[in-house]
Antibody
Framework: QLQLQESGPGLVKPSETLSLTCTVS??????????WGWIRQPPGKGLECIGS???????YYNPSLKSRVVLSLDTSQDQFSLKLNSVTAADTAVYFC??????????WGQGTTVTVSS | EIVMTQSPDTLSVSPGERATLSCRAS??????LAWYQQKPGQAPRLLIY???TRATGIPARFSGSGSGTEFTLTISSLQSEDFGVYSC??????????FGPGTKVDI
């Protein structure tokens, strides 16, 4: 059964870069039927799409975050990653990775909390 | 950007009752709409896609309807395990998407 697991620092200082990795197990990141994505949820707020990527390396970013985000993947490790630079307190959130199908986001990681604070 | 709104913010329902949740898009998303359930401390779970198709393993008491800009999620007979926040998501500009702010269902 496909599983996703986020990993990375839980605390990041303002103006620095947030880096997270999502490890895919029980399946391959090179499956051509799916995209892979990052979603975040600030405390007490709704879900926000950060961006998505395809096994070929194609990336799609939320316009509101595009200038600060880079998504990448490592097919040899079945992992994909998020880098968000110049973070502020507004970037404090639970960050989820998920599999994106034509019919929605059907498999999610458990989420990881990232706090931006000095 | 397509903006999603949901109503009500909170819905208090007794077990066995019917719950009706609404979602509206700022412009037409055709039937490219999904519903998710999220419980505290958990990731969202896909309930409905293509506006009205239940995802794998989702009980028949969950149903979705609508197209264009107006959508509804109905829980026909609420069970105690159905508490949580329900969010709609449009994927008309797939693979990017936007979510609504959520409706909290209190049992």
């Amino acid at each position: 059964q496909l599983q996703l697991q986020e990993s990375g620092p839980g605390l990041v200082k303002p103006s620095e870069t947030l880096s997270l990795t999502c490890t895919v197990s029980g399946g391959s990141i090179t499956n051509s039927d799916h995209f892979w994505g990052w979603i975040r949820q600030p405390p007490g707020k709704g879900l926000e799409c950060i961006g998505s990527l395809y096994y070929s390396g194609s990336t799609y970013y939320n316009p509101s975050l595009k200038s600060r985000v880079v998504l990448s993947l490592d097919t040899s490790q079945d992992q994909f990653s998020l880098k968000l630079n110049s973070v502020t307190a507004a970037d404090t959130a639970v960050y989820f990775c998920a599999r994106i199908t034509w019919n929605g986001l059907d498999v999610w990681g458990q989420g990881t909390t990232v706090t931006v604070s000095s | 950007e397509i903006v999603m709104t949901q109503s009500p913010d909170t819905l208090s329902v007794s077990p066995g009752e019917r719950a009706t949740l609404s979602c509206r898009a700022s412009q037409s998303v055709s039937s490219n709409l999904a519903w998710y359930q999220q419980k505290p401390g958990q990731a969202p779970r896909l309930l409905i896609y293509d506006a009205s198709t239940r995802a794998t393993g989702i009980p028949a008491r969950f149903s979705g309807s609508g197209s264009g800009t107006e959508f509804t999620l109905t829980i026909s007979s609420l069970q105690s395990e159905d508490f949580g926040v329900y969010s709609c998501q449009q994927y008309n500009n797939w693979p990017l998407f936007t979510f609504g702010p959520g409706t909290k269902v209190d049992i």
